[in-house]
């Protein structure tokens, strides 16, 4: 059974990561496995949003026992070529924070529960990942990524490239607002306490 976190946690997903994240989407670059400027698969918006909804519900899914987790709103960052110029399309990105706390010693437990649901579904596991991450895409050209923070927190994100819907927030608010901490930014540490993860 999977845990619905939609009360109000404290989780904390440092400012300066997330900026730099929506930095190097700006840039062209990919936080996913969706593939770079010259190869990427543009994707309706709908489809593109039901999809990467379907990634991390299949992704945390995946993990047993079940954990609790709390989703960001859809954001979409618009891709710029060479010369500086959007180029018409943007990537659509689904953050899920894990917080259920996770200790280093299950920390790899966890990423190895994620790759062997990606690779039951067909998707492409990516090799060069660092020991914090695993990441993967899917047949369709979406592509999801799952991170270990500095602090224990796990993050997924979903990815795939859509038309530039004109927006940062092309479907609104997350659907429960994430806590803010005192610097003003998403506080996502962590606190669900589980003696088998924690």
Known sequence: MRVRARVRVRVRVAGAAAALLL???AA???SGGSGGA??????ALDTARSKLQELVDGTTGALTPAVHWADDAFRAVPHENAARDNDGTAQLTLRRYV????SAANQPRLLEQVRAYWKGRGYTLHT???PDEASAAAPDG????VTVGAVGNVTVVADAWVEDPGSTAPFGPAPSPLPTGKDGGPDTVPTFEDPAWS
Request: hydrophobic share 25%; charged share 20%.
């Open 23 to 25: 930095g190097l989407g």
């Open 28 to 30: 062209g670059c990919d």
């Open 38 to 43: 010259g190869g990427r698969q543009v994707v």
């Open 99 to 102: 917080l259920t706390k996770v």
């Open 128 to 130: 060069d990942d660092s």
């Open 142 to 145: 979406t592509g999801v990524t």
